[in-house]
């Protein structure tokens, strides 16, 4: 039990989304090394860090992680401590609502009480004991009735390749530590807009960014799967009934595939009324833990440099490094010695076969590399 | 004997000037691995390419190289026909003056009418059919009297990289193939001017680049070092008069680092008298052979680019490329993938240790970077 809870702390279970396949991190990150298992903060991968942060609220019997064929190896042995039986590989990529449903249902049967908390693998957070204060919080929120929660991070800047959540009606207030913050109503998710609304939505107060954290009860997903996706809900059902026999992973490969591939924003959270009123309980809980989700080599350069005027820094992953009248610079050659000279705000990364080099701006483009040597057969390098 | 010339084709014997430590293309270049044994431009190295060039007219026992111990493994690997004896191995740096008239000194006993030629080692020339119809002609005039002969190349452009020549009277009419070139006297040499200069160089059409390829008989160069620079003579004789005999080489170690350490140009070349007319009979045969000392990144990629509008493309060296909107660049990073996402003019060069990033006007400050390195303690990566 936290201090300051006037309840017990619900039990709680973590699915950590670790399948994601991005591009973004060429020609670090390719198909069997995708952004969440790759160091590119700090001293541990990016799902190491997902787990360190969660390991002293949760034992290892409830942390799921959901990935694919390809990246388990990598993934297990980075997790050394993860059950085996907790890894679950998607026969086929579905998007996040089934991955989602899927736990809720193996847990419902035995513990629909039991609070589930998704995590992006590939997201940081800076401050990991402010993150906790914040999540037992939601936890108690989300068990206390059909809710369902969301961790929204206050914006400081009109980020354009983040989403942003609208708030609606201010709701309970609920106790973060020794801080007491008001819980709002969700009326609307945001995809990423243009600069010009980024700068609305930060002037006006009102919106958040999504963390991609979300928090219900076992009883309430499943609940809500049934209601919005019934199709979807009855497939997974029948997957997680074998859970635990030598047929599971048969079911798992055959019938998976057949489940809709869509968002869990979309499936459960974003139905409405033909009244337009939200069908879901979702309420979200604005918190400031430092959090970046890292979207590119920019945004990495940003987060590392990590002072107040960043344009003035070159961040340098290397042995050693000379730099000559040149700023704003992102460089990784990890082992080699790298010289800047007379040059601005670029952003250069070499890998043992690769080499790229861009600016901070065109590293938002750095998908079409990708999507480039795909076209003309060099797969092996993606 | 040359087709379209009235006497036979002198003898001559080249000066290869190989004992240049630039540090300009850094991190190619290093300490043990000059400008001079890379290969910057195309099939063979740069000492390859010189010697090359002359090959059908010039005989192995004709062929000299000046260099240093610590190049002098490399060059005598890449260049297996030279004759051991023919490679001089400086005790110490002292320019060119005394490496030049070295070598006129251990011919003048023999063969004073030797021809000599001194070429350095690490300049490109896009037209070798041109340049020896060239240097034939040199050789003639230089074999018709005590005259001193340097090639000019006519400026394309107001580089400010580049040594020039101010032309002096028109003198006699020499035969380059089946065409008639005037031969000028030289007035002056003007090292690298500024760019206001340079354009008015360009504009008078009175002045060319200075090569650094000269012609003169063994016999007129000895006379001339012991007229204007007689210490120099005498410890040059010295050593000169133990070639061929076992006391040559310690000799050569003890005495060599006496002689003052000046260029040809200063020692020879320029000295005046007190009218301020030139002492030496120096003539300049201007004939372009698509000359370039490549004396930076800059100048390789425009050497490399060789299309009208170099601006447009990018020189990148490596197994495979992608381009999406870059142009200008210069990459090399051999073996590896390189993507470029919009960058423009930009220089990156990838080695086994290091790996340099800078603008194609940067690349003239990379200089800088050695001596950084040097200062730091990291002497190992010069």
Redesign the interface.
């Known amino acids: 039990m936290s201090a300051g809870h006037s309840h017990p702390q619900p039990p709680l279970a973590a699915i950590i989304l670790a399948g994601g396949s991005g591009t973004r991190f ?2 670090r990150s390719r198909k069997a090394r995708a952004k969440q298992v790759l160091k590119l903060d700090g001293e541990g991968t990016m799902i190491q860090g997902t787990v360190d942060r969660l390991r002293e609220m949760l034992s290892p019997e409830n942390i799921w992680v959901i990935t694919n064929p390809l990246l388990s190896p990598t993934i297990v042995e980075q997790l050394p401590d993860i059950l085996p039986d907790r890894v679950l590989l998607e026969p086929e990529a579905r998007n996040t609502a089934p991955a989602c449903a899927l736990v809720a249902f193996l847990l419902e049967k035995k513990a629909p009480e039991t609070v589930l908390g998704v995590f992006p693998s590939d997201h940081t957070i800076g401050d990991p004991v402010r993150f906790r204060l914040v999540l037992r919080a939601a936890a108690h929120l989300a068990a206390s009735g059909p809710k369902m929660v969301v961790l929204g991070v206050p914006p400081t800047r009109p980020e354009t390749g983040y989403g942003y959540i609208e708030l609606g009606a201010a709701s309970v207030p609920v106790r973060v530590g020794e801080e007491c913050i008001s819980v709002r109503r969700v009326r609307r998710f945001t995809e990423k807009p243009d600069s010009l609304r980024a700068r609305a939505f930060v002037r006006s107060g009102n919106y958040v960014w999504n963390s991609g954290i979300f928090l219900w009860s076992a009883g309430t997903l499943a609940s809500a799967v049934r209601e919005h996706k019934p199709e979807m809900a009855e497939v997974l059902e029948r997957i997680a009934g074998a859970f635990g026999t030598p047929e599971f992973e048969a079911r798992f490969k055959e019938l998976y595939p057949i489940c809709e591939s869509i968002s869990i924003d979309y499936a459960i959270l974003e139905p409405r009324s033909a009244k337009g009123e939200a069908l879901s309980q979702l309420y979200c809980l604005p918190a400031d833990f430092a959090w970046n989700d890292l979207g590119s080599w920019a945004a990495l350069y940003e987060h590392m440099a990590d002072v107040n005027d960043p344009q003035s820094v070159n961040v340098i992953e ?1 042995s ?1 490094g ?1 730099e ?1 009248t ?1 700023s704003g ?1 992102y ?1 990784y ?1 990890p ?9 601005q705000d ?1 952003v ?1 990364v ?1 890998t043992e ?7 901070r ?3 938002q ?2 998908g ?2 990708v999507a ?2 795909r076209k003309t057969g ?1 797969e092996d ?1 993606t």
Do not use: F, M, Q, Y
């Open positions: 060429w020609p290397a050693h000379v000559i040149s610079c460089v050659s082992g080699k010695a790298v010289a800047l000279v007379g040059v670029l250069v070499e076969d690769a080499l790229l080099i861009t600016t701006d065109g590293s483009n750095v079409k590399v480039e040597l060099r390098l």
